[in-house]
Nanobody, 114 residues
Framework: QPQFVESGGGLVQSGGSLRLSCAVS????????MSWHRQAPGKERELVATISRDSGTIGYADSVKGRFTISRDNAAKTMYLQMNSLKPEDTALYSC???????WGKGTQVTVSS
């Protein structure tokens, strides 16, 4: 049974940093492109960043460009999201997903105080 487990969320002040992890098991992680998404209360889920299986292609939402960095370690079956210069509008539940599949983690909450 595939498992996607996010961690690293928390409460941080505006301007602070967090590093999220998505640990995957029971799934062929290294052959799938992966993404981070987020959903704030009362808003639709949005794509934050995506990374190809070989890390050769990376994309970011305009709202996080220059502040967030997505990466992955295929040997460890883990994906990361380094988030710097956090803003209150980054507050959301962050989840990881294998692109074009229905496999998702339960998410990790990020709260940025002003």
């Amino acid at each position: 049974q595939p498992q996607f487990v996010e961690s690293g969320g928390g409460l941080v002040q505006s301007g602070g940093s967090l590093r999220l992890s998505c640990a995957v098991s029971g799934f062929p992680f290294n052959i799938y492109d992966m993404s981070w998404h987020r959903q704030a209360p009362g808003k639709e889920r949005e794509l934050v960043a995506t990374i190809s299986r070989d890390s050769g292609t990376i994309g970011y939402a305009d709202s996080v460009k220059g502040r967030f960095t997505i990466s992955r370690d295929n040997a460890a079956k883990t994906m990361y999201l380094q988030m710097n210069s956090l803003k209150p509008e980054d507050t959301a539940l962050y989840s990881c997903n294998a692109n074009r599949t229905s496999f998702w983690g339960k998410g990790t909450q990020v709260t940025v105080s002003s």
